[in-house]
């Protein structure tokens, strides 16, 4: 199995600022890649996919980069609504596996 | 849009036996994939199962393979997740999703005595 390896676990962050997620996967797994957004309670929404391409509807602050086997998250500015979890998922192949989340919060 | 509306989670003892279903609207079902993921309580995702379109191809990650069977009926528009022998370990909310881009709001299972 394809282990996905995200970090850091959490950080905590200002209205403003950069934020930058990494997902490293065990092996090569071309841009099968994808990023989800999770707040509590509810369910996750898919933020990218295809490693860069952003979903409909995504603001244009979130962005993803990589390829291989090291992705970003970024988002550029962080706004109020962006606090939640951040989960990165490979699906090139079986078993889909996601990393394990990175909460973002506030500081 | 696309809704998907699980439901069939409940309360049931180890070893024992539920049926998921979930209930797809707002897209031609039939033309998709659709997966199974779960979450346990305070955990990350976990991947679950996912069947073809047509249903001639289904994938498992390993701790349930053998234990829960996926399936679909086109003419429904539904997905379901049958779960056999089921373990405390098998606890979580399970969503179906449409591809992993569309989810669910998700329906919860808990397995305890």
């Known amino acids: 199995d394809i282990q996905m390896t995200q970090s850091p676990s959490s950080l905590s962050a200002s209205i403003g600022d950069r934020v930058t997620i990494t997902c490293r996967a065990s092996?090569?797994?071309?841009?099968?890649f994808a990023w989800y957004q999770q707040k509590p309670g509810k369910a996750p929404k898919r933020l990218l996919y295809?490693?860069?391409i952003l979903d409909s509807g995504v603001p244009s602050r979130f962005s993803g980069s990589g390829s291989g086997t090291e992705f970003t998250l970024t988002i550029s500015s962080l706004q109020p609504e962006d606090f939640a979890t951040y989960s990165c998922?490979?699906?090139?192949?079986?078993?889909?596996?996601f990393g394990q989340g990175t909460r973002v919060g506030i500081k | 849009e696309v809704q998907l509306v699980e439901s069939g989670g409940a309360l049931v003892q180890p070893g024992g036996s539920l049926r998921l279903s979930c209930a797809a609207s707002?897209?031609?079902?039939?033309?998709?994939?659709m997966d199974w993921v779960r979450q346990a309580p305070g955990k990350g995702l976990e991947w679950v199962a996912n069947?073809?379109?047509?249903?001639?191809?289904?994938y498992y990650v390993d701790s349930v393979r053998g234990r829960f069977t996926i399936s679909r009926d086109n003419a429904k528009n539904s997905v379901y997740l049958q779960m056999n022998s089921l373990r405390a370990e098998d606890t979580a909310k399970y969503y179906c999703?449409?591809?992993?881009?569309?989810w669910g709001q998700g329906t919860l299972v808990t397995v305890s005595s």
């Open positions: 999703s449409r591809q992993l881009a569309e």
């Open positions: 707002g897209f031609s079902f039939s033309n998709y994939w």
């Open positions: 069947i073809k379109f047509d249903g001639s191809e289904k």
């Open positions: 092996q090569g797994i071309a841009s099968k």
């Open positions: 295809e490693a860069s």
């Open positions: 998922l490979q699906y090139n192949s079986y078993p889909r596996t």
